[in-house]
Nanobody
Framework: QPQAVESGGDLVQTGGSLRLSCVLLGFHLEYFNVAWFRQAPGKEREGVACTTSSDGSVNYGESVQGRFTISRDNAKNEVYLQMNSLNVEDTATYYC??????????????????WGEGTQVTVSS
């Protein structure tokens, strides 16, 4: 049974940084794309960043482009999200998820078959 477990969420001030981690269990990360999504209170869940299995290419949501960096360690079966220059609009629960198909990065949530419980990121002004 594949699983995803996120960690690293915290309370941080505006302009600060955080690094989120996602441990993937029950499958080999090297064969799968993984994405980070987030959901703020009262808002729809949105795609943040994605990393592919094929060539390690990445894709980012417009709101985080240039501030967030996704990376993966296939040997450890972990995916990371380095978040810099955080602002209050980044406050959300962050989820990692697995795409079961071999393709380019997409942020279509229904295509992801394995989700973590999320980790809370709160940015104070």
């Amino acid at each position: 049974q594949p699983q995803a477990v996120e960690s690293g969420g915290d309370l941080v001030q505006t302009g600060g940084s955080l690094r989120l981690s996602c441990v993937l269990l029950g499958f080999h990360l090297e064969y799968f794309n993984v994405a980070w999504f987030r959901q703020a209170p009262g808002k729809e869940r949105e795609g943040v960043a994605c990393t592919t299995s094929s060539d390690g290419s990445v894709n980012y949501g417009e709101s985080v482009q240039g501030r967030f960096t996704i990376s993966r360690d296939n040997a450890k079966n972990e995916v990371y999200l380095q978040m810099n220059s955080l602002n209050v609009e980044d406050t959300a629960t962050y989820y990692c998820a697995r795409d079961p198909k071999f393709r380019r990065c997409i942020f279509t949530q229904k295509e992801y078959d394995t989700w973590g419980e999320g980790t809370q990121v709160t940015v104070s002004s």
